[in-house]
C-alpha cells in the first residue's frame, strides 16, 4: 500500500514539473502542501478573447484512484457552457482512468475557448474578466446598503396583501457586503409568491452589470402554497457547487417562506475552502434576519 502512495505522489509531482514547464507564468501554485494549483487558459496567446482559470486540488488518490478536485472560474462562464464542459471533463477521466490527465483537461477547455473565439459568440465584457482578479476594486461595485423603515413596510405590505398582480416586480433588498481574502459576497433578497416574480427578479437583478458579472449568483427560493398546504422550492448553484442546496437548507431551517435569496459572489483569485459556504450562508441569514 505505501509503495502505491509513493508512487502516486510520485506521479504527482512529475505531473506538476511538466505542467510548469510547458505553462510557465500561466501555471501557479496556490498551496504547495494541500496540492492546489491554479492555470491561467486562453483561446490564444497574442490577444485573448476568452480566458478561464481553472482551479485544482490533487487529492492522495490522483491520479490512480481519485479524479483531481477541481473549480472552472471564468465571469462568463455559467449554465449551459459550465455543464457542457464539466461534462468534457468528467469524460476524460473516464477515458483515461488511472492516468495523469491535466494536460488533456488544459488543452480540452483551450479547445472549447479557441471555438468560441472563431464562432460568432459575442466576445465577453473585457471588465467582467478582469474584475475576478483585480487586486481590490474597492466597494464601489457595490449595491448601496441602506435598508429604511419605508422598504421595510413596503415589504411587509406585500408580503401580507394577496391580491397583488403576478407581473408586479417586487422590492429588492440588498444586504450588507462581507470580504475575505478579496473574495466579496452579498445577498440580495425579494418577497416573492410566484414563479413568475422569481424570474422578474432574476432579470432586474441580472439587469445590474456588477451583479451580472459576479463570478457566482447563487439563489434559492420558497413558496408556501395556501391551497395545497405545500412548498414551492428551487435552489440554483451556478457553478458554485452544493451552495444552491446549502441555501435552500437554511432556509427550511430558518423556516422562511414566500422569498427569494440571491448571493453574489465575486471571486478575488484566492481559494476559501469551506469558508465560502459560511460566507454564503451568513450572507443570507443576515438579509433575511433583516
Partial sequence: MAASDTERAQQQIDEIEALSSIYGDDWCVVDEDEKIYCIKISDCLDQPKWTLCLQVILPPGY????PPIYQLNAPWLRGQDYTELANSLEEIYLQNLGESILYL???????????????SDPEPDIKKITE?????DGDDFLLDYQPTQEDQTKM?????????????LPPIHHGNPITDRRSTFQAHLAPVVTTRQVKRVLEKLYENKKIASATHNIYAYRIYCEDKQTFLQDCEDDGETAAGGRL???????????????????????LLGPDRFKHINNCARNVLVE
Avoid at 480540452?108 to 468560441?116: A, N, P, S
Fill in 63 to 66: 491520479p490512480t484512484a481519485e
Fill in 105 to 119: 483537461w488544459v488543452e480540452k477547455i483551450r479547445e472549447v475557448l479557441v471555438e468560441k473565439a472563431q464562432s
Fill in 132 to 136: 475576478e482578479v483585480d487586486e481590490d
Fill in 156 to 168: 411587509l405590505n406585500y408580503m401580507t396583501s394577496e391580491s397583488q398582480e403576478d407581473e408586479e
Fill in 248 to 270: 435552500l437548507h437554511l432556509m427550511q431551517i430558518l423556516n422562511v417562506h414566500n422569498v427569494l435569496v440571491v448571493v453574489s459572489r465575486w471571486y478575488g483569485g484566492i
